[in-house]
């Protein structure tokens, strides 16, 4: 089994920043593939990165582009996400997820686990 536990939520003013962490413990294989996403009120969970196991290799939501960054570090089973520019349209719920055994990139929600989220409001 794996366990997710995401951090580094909070409120933040419009144009500020956060950093998010998320780290794995349990049966992790070497191979894997980490991902965030988020959820807002009254919508659908949503893709925003994603990297490969060896980090050399990204993806973004369009409207995250420029201002956020994935990142990981595999000795710590970690992944991170820092946002900047942060608007009041990215005020949302943010999951991490895990896919064991895959090489490549994925921006779909099939990921084999997720963490319990954390909220980050952008508001004045």
């Known amino acids: 089994q794996v366990q997710l536990v995401e951090s580094g939520g909070g409120l933040v003013q419009p144009g500020g920043s956060l950093r998010l962490s998320c780290a794995a413990s349990?049966?992790?294989?070497?191979?894997?593939?980490m991902g965030w996403f988020r959820q807002a009120p009254g919508k659908e969970r949503e893709f925003v990165a994603t990297i490969n196991r060896s980090g050399d290799s990204t993806s973004y939501t369009d409207s995250v582009k420029g201002r956020f960054t994935i990142s990981r570090d595999n000795a710590k089973n970690s992944v991170y996400l820092q946002m900047n520019s942060l608007k009041s349209e990215d005020t949302a719920v943010y999951y991490c997820a895990l896919k064991l055994g895959r090489l490549g990139l994925l921006t779909t929600n099939d990921y084999d686990y997720w963490g319990q989220g954390t909220q980050v409001t952008v508001s004045s």
């Open positions: 349990g049966s992790i294989f070497s191979i894997n593939v």
